[in-house]
């Protein structure tokens, strides 16, 4: 006994150490072997345990899915879906004539259409610890859409998993702050604010329609133009333009920092424990990222808001500058409210607006007659003049 007590305060304390090592050397194999108890159990609780009690709380009540492998979930299964319908499409398309199709879901998400045929319109499915209740049933999403009685809430991965991109933001948050969050944001974007933006992005689609003619010009009358980079560069211009009262110019570094930062965020596994604590590459990059998106996002505020001063326009970083300092919330400071909402209008607007601009000229490509009945009707109700919110109502085929 007192060989046990003096070597349990000598672990503690850290004294007499050559007493340890010849006393007692099988108690320094208790501290890594409790721990790895202790590890195992934390794993084998988050990974497995908790997510199978929701998922048999989910199975309780009729709803089926795929079953997961411990570490990956359902990840695995869905590369080899993916696998499979990429190489069959590749295959059919060799054979096509008509090589584009508009059925985007079944080559994005295959894995959703394979499992909806096997499990129907309500099932769950796991991205690594991450339990996912996939609803396709329109009338539960018009019953959850409306449900007052229970704050649903954005599920908790989303600031843990994607903090990094959106922080505490207006996409993540939840209860009081959402609901200052909202009070701030929402307003500017009423439809009378929305009028005001009309001239702003008319100009920078100018400037980018203008870019493209130079291209053509250039090339002797004809040529083709790769439209993504243009698409993101305009929809960034008018963010700019509209939100931040700049042009797409100044905030350029911070559009390509937080798009480093997406791409970046899209090479981790989601769901695994701690994984984002870990000193990867890829975690130092986006830690990297992060810190530069801070420093430029808070310098552009401090920069509008000793300018707003003389300025009669009021843009909707000014609206989170004040919102900020009315904030106090223990989980968000002042400089985090301003960061993360703005990057939570960045990511909200930017690659989603450039991406359905994308979508929308192919379909018109693909699909001439549409495009011919939009140019005519154009040319119809514009008469050459300029746009504005009243011409853009008459636009009915557009």
């Keep these: 006994m007192h060989i046990s007590m003096s070597s349990l305060s000598l672990i503690l304390f850290d ?14 194999l208790l501290p890594p072997v409790f721990l790895s108890v202790l590890l195992f159990s934390y794993l084998y609780t988050i990974l497995w345990l908790r997510p199978e009690r929701l998922r048999q709380k989910l199975r309780s009540q009729g709803v089926k899915g795929p079953k997961p492998s411990f570490l990956f979930g359902n990840i695995p299964e869905m590369r080899r879906i993916q696998k499979l319908v990429t190489s069959d499409q ?5 054979r096509s004539t008509d090589r584009f199709s508009s059925n985007f879901v079944a080559t994005l998400f295959p894995y959703l259409l394979h499992w909806s045929r096997v499990y129907g319109s309500i099932y769950f499915y796991a991205t690594g610890s991450i339990q996912i209740l996939n609803v396709t049933d329109s009338d539960m999403v018009k019953a959850l859409a409306n449900y007052k009685a229970l704050d649903l809430g954005k599920p908790s991965f989303l600031q843990k998993e994607r903090g990094a991109l959106l922080g505490m933001g207006i996409l993540t948050a939840n209860g009081e702050l959402w609901v200052h969050q909202r009070k701030v944001i929402a307003p500017e ?5 929305v009028k005001g933006m009309v001239n702003l992005m008319i100009d920078a689609a100018g400037s980018m329609l203008n870019s493209w003619e130079d291209e053509v010009v250039s090339h002797g009358g004809r040529t083709e133009i790769v439209v993504d980079e243009f698409l993101r560069n305009f929809s960034a211009d008018v963010i700019s333009r ?8 100044e905030g350029k570094e911070m559009f390509y920092k937080i798009r480093q930062l997406q791409k970046a965020m899209a090479k981790q596994i989601i769901g695994v424990p701690g994984s984002r604590y870990l000193p990867t590459k890829s975690n130092r990059e986006i830690w990297n990222l992060e810190s530069s998106i801070r420093i430029l996002i808070l310098n552009i505020a401090k920069k509008h808001e000793h300018d707003s001063a003389t300025s009669p326009n009021k843009f909707l970083l000014q609206s989170i500058i004040e919102g900020s300092k009315a904030a106090s919330f ?16 960045y990511f909200a607007g930017h690659e989603t607006t450039s991406s359905t601009a994308a979508w929308c000229l192919m379909l ?10 939009a140019r005519v009707e154009v ?3 514009c008469h050459g003049e300029p746009l504005d919110f009243d011409v853009l109502r008459k636009l009915k085929t557009v």
């Design 90 to 94: 590749e295959e059919e398309a060799g």
């Design 364 to 373: 018109l490509a693909s699909h001439p007659k549409w495009q011919s009945r």
């Design 15 to 28: 004294t007499h150490m050559e007493i340890i090592l010849s006393s007692s050397p099988w108690l320094l």
């Design 242 to 249: 509209t939100s931040f009262g700049s042009s797409f110019t």
């Design 189 to 193: 974007f009423f439809m009378d604010k």
């Design 379 to 381: 040319l119809e109700v």
């Design 330 to 345: 223990s989980s968000c400071t002042p400089e985090d409210f301003i960061v993360d909402n703005c990057k939570n209008i």
